[in-house]
Antibody, heavy 125, light 107 residues
């Protein structure tokens, strides 16, 4: 069974930093591109970014709203995905989900076929 | 960035009804559209990918169509468990973007 478990959320002041983790199990983590998606309270889904797999040189892409402040990384030896969030703003307050892309994402269609339960990040003074 | 505009933003329908949700892309995106369902307090769930391919385990009353800029999600014979918010997403090019969501209420 695929499992994605996020951790690391909490309360942080504006301008601060936080590192989220996502522990993956039940599948070959290293084969999949992985994404972060967030959802502000009462709002819709917002794509944050993605990291490709090793054959794709762990390339990353980001939403404009987080580019230059957030960094996505992964450790395939630990089956883990990370989101380093710097210079946090109040508008970054959201539940952050890690999500797995289907295997076809490497050369065809990308879609998020499994999601974690999410971790809440609150940016407030 | 590609904008995805869903309509309606909310709707109310009865059990057994046929429901259609529309998603319009701000530029041509072939069929690189996914649809997700999010029930209240739950995690989003993939329903369809590549505009019309049904994800494994999803009931056949869900279907999708469209290409380039106009896409639809159709639910035939609406069931009580279909309440929730539905999102389209384009994966034609990064940054990937979601529609604003359509909240579906069962009368």
């Amino acid at each position: 069974e695929v499992q994605l478990v996020e951790s690391g959320g909490g309360l942080v002041q504006p301008g601060g930093s936080l590192r989220l983790s996502c522990a993956a199990s039940g599948f070959t983590f290293s084969d999949h591109f992985m994404d972060w998606v967030r959802q502000a309270p009462g709002k819709g889904l917002e794509w944050v970014g993605r990291i490709r797999s090793r054959p794709n040189i762990y390339g990353t892409d980001y939403a404009a709203s987080v580019k230059g402040r957030f960094i996505i990384s992964r450790d395939d030896s630990k089956n883990s995905l990370y989101l380093q969030m710097n210079r946090l703003r109040t508008e970054d307050t959201a539940v952050y989900y890690c999500a797995r892309n289907g295997l076809h994402c490497k050369d065809s269609y990308c879609y998020l076929d499994d999601w974690g339960q999410g971790t809440l990040v609150t940016v407030s003074s | 960035d590609i904008q995805m505009t869903q309509s309606p933003s909310s709707l109310s329908a009865s059990v057994g009804d046929r429901v259609t949700i529309t998603c319009r892309a701000s530029q041509k995106i072939s069929n690189y559209v996914n649809w997700y369902q999010q029930k209240p307090g739950k995690v989003p769930k993939l329903l369809l990918y590549a505009a019309s391919s049904l994800q494994s385990g999803v009931p056949s009353r869900f279907s999708g169509s469209g290409s380039e800029t106009d896409f639809t999600l159709t639910i035939t014979s609406l069931q009580p468990e279909d309440c929730g918010t539905y999102y389209c997403q384009q994966t034609y090019t990064t940054p990937y973007t979601f529609g604003q969501g359509t909240e579906l209420e069962i009368k």
